[in-house]
């Protein structure tokens, strides 16, 4: 039986030799550094072959599971998306149709999915899951669509889409010749930031939410006008849909300021279920209507404030919150199937978790444990399912009674791969910063690892700044560290998992307090003895390149460094990125006070950088625009300190999505810091 889509006979290692074209060739005899790994190790050769699961749902009787698996398209560099389904117990795992996100009908009779179709890009499929199994392309839309649900009777599917919208200003323009070919006319922009929030305020369009038959037809706009919808949830009597938008005033703070409404299918009437100076988000009904939850949190100046999950009656009445001591933000409700709680998924401290609170506000954690457990769906038996992942196991998908809950693994799919393989291996640490923080971090070591030895030490550093490094399994540590090298990842204070209090420690302080407990951490890993000091090594992209530029002006402790998809300039950053959310970092904007973006920008510091510094940033980023690598490059250029540009074709914002350019960011990651080593060794350098 086949269980996964066939490899293409073209070889990983053979490609492995056209993707990277070096401007230097080198050398090198240093210990551990730029040595070749053994084959028993997982390297970036096995990469072609590697596959993820996702978004497992259980059909209504509990006895199914589907599920997207995806791979990559080696030929085509990209990677691709199949449905597949098993039985709940794991038997019978097979291929069912390509595409993504497929939902149930509420009988169980037919499936919803994306799939490519006509005209083109992606559209809304149907598959009947009869021994016939007919399928029938739904929507023929010029827009992709998101977010689908079937209605409560299974005759109607919901869903949300951009539509676009042009600025009228009309002028008086003479009519062109006939046969002219006048310059296309321009875009006019003036109703909606430009390239504001990804939740909906783009710079042509907003999105809205629609209604098509299940057996196909004309799809139906049901809401108009200024809305920025994101989610379409069916209220249970199938006559209204609760959705989330941001508000559309001008207001400081709106882009985190939203609240959930009610959209009547048949008028097209919206209300407001909520209205507070905060943002409210997540509308889950409970099975029988009564209840909405939801999250959400009063209004802050806070860089970081964890949500709580609210209760209210269904027409946005009595509200109560339920998990306002969690000081965690849960995510992925879903209703108990009796009704008489809500169970949700948690982030703490590099984990997540199972949780459930009972309508009373009682809340227990229903599993533990160091892994990355995301439930996506629960059954009528209790019967829940989702994928998990651990620092030595993949992602696959699990299922438990969470009324006893012993997680079973019900796939495999990187067995083929991991066989024979001797893995990395990660130990956590915690370890005291400045002001007594204590930081949470963790150590990956090379299978085999020798504390008597002298290992070259990464420093790798996550972006957000708002966001948390895990213990899933991670495919480029892995890479990383069969060549050789100890490599650190730590959650430094901002780092989102460990309450509002830590995630809020770096408002008006990012990223100097960031550089302390990085530091410290390196300090602490040096500590232990196996850690070659004239090898150390720093990299990181988004707010991870912010804090390497950072780095290399305060410290030339490193031997190199990579600052990926960097901020360098807090000023210039203000009015080119489309997340207009950094504006939380500083009191004042630039224009009223630039003294702070400019104290706080790594530009300020080129100066004193003597560490060699390579920057790599996708071409069409937006979030960290190419000019603030270019801004950096250029100074160190001045500066005489070594560095090269690397700019990634066919990337947003990050430069490893599409498959070819993952294997590039590895390879000259290494190649970089191999080029610089202290002391100097016998490296022998040529020029091509």
Known sequence: MLLRPPRSAFSPRALLLALLTPTFVWSSSASGQSATPPKDRLTIADYFNWEDVAAPALSPDGKQILYTRTWTDQLNDRRESSVWIMNADGTKNRFLVKGSNAKWSPEGSRIAFIANGEPSGQQIWVRYMDAEGATTQITRLTESPGDVEWSPDGTTLAFGMLVRQNDEWRIAMPAAPKGAKWTEPPRVVSK???????????????????????????????????????????????????????????????????????????????????????????????????????????????????????????????????????????????????????????????????????????????????????????????????????????????????????????????????????????????????????????????????????????????????????????????????????????????STGYGSAFGNAIKNAYPGKDYDDLMAGVDTVIGRGYVDTNRLYVFGCSGGGVLTSWIVGHTDRFSAASANCPVTNWISFVGTTDGSNWYYNFAKYPWDDPSEHLRRSPLMYVGNVKTPTMLMTGVNDLRTPMAQTEEYYEALKIRKVPTAMVRFNNEWHGTSSTPSNFLRTQLYLRSWFDKYQRPPSAAKVTQE
């Open 192 to 494: 909606v930031k430009y390239r504001a929030d990804r939740q909906g305020f783009l710079e042509n369009g907003l999105r809205q939410l629609f209604t098509v038959p299940a057996d196909g037809g004309t799809p139906r706009q049901i809401t108009t006008g200024d809305w920025a919808s994101n989610g379409t949830t069916w209220m249970p009597d199938g006559k209204a849909l609760l959705f989330t938008s941001l508000r559309t005033e001008d207001s400081e703070y709106a882009w985190r300021e939203s609240d959930i409404y009610k959209v009547d299918i048949a008028s097209g009437d919206i209300t407001a279920l909520t209205k507070r100076k905060g943002p409210d988000n997540n509308p889950v009904p409970s099975p029988d209507g009564k209840y909405i939850a939801y999250t959400g949190y009063d209004s802050t100046d806070a860089t970081w404030k964890d949500a709580a999950m609210y209760i209210m009656d269904a027409n946005g009445g009595n509200v109560r919150v339920l998990t306002e001591k969690l000081d965690r933000s849960p995510s992925g409700m879903m209703w108990s199937p009796d009704g008489l709680g809500v169970y949700f998924n948690v982030e703490n401290e590099g984990s997540r978790n199972l949780y459930h609170v009972s309508l009373k506000g009682d809340v227990r954690q229903v599993t533990k444990g160091a892994q990355t457990l995301t439930v996506s769906d629960i059954g009528k038996s209790f019967l829940a399912v989702g994928v998990n992942s651990t620092s030595m196991k993949p992602t696959d998908i699990v299922a438990f009674d969470v009324r006893t809950p012993v997680l079973k693994q019900l796939t495999d799919v990187n067995a083929d791969v991991l066989a024979g393989k001797k893995l990395a291996t990660t130990e956590e640490v915690w370890y005291t910063s400045v002001d007594g923080m204590r930081i949470q971090g963790w150590i990956v070591k090379p299978a085999d690892f020798d504390p008597s030895k002298k290992y070259p030490l990464m420093l790798e550093i996550h972006g957000g700044p708002h966001s948390m490094y895990n213990v899933a399994f991670n495919f480029s540590r892995q890479d990383h560290v069969a060549h050789g090298y100890v490599l650190l990842y730590t959650n430094p204070r901002g």
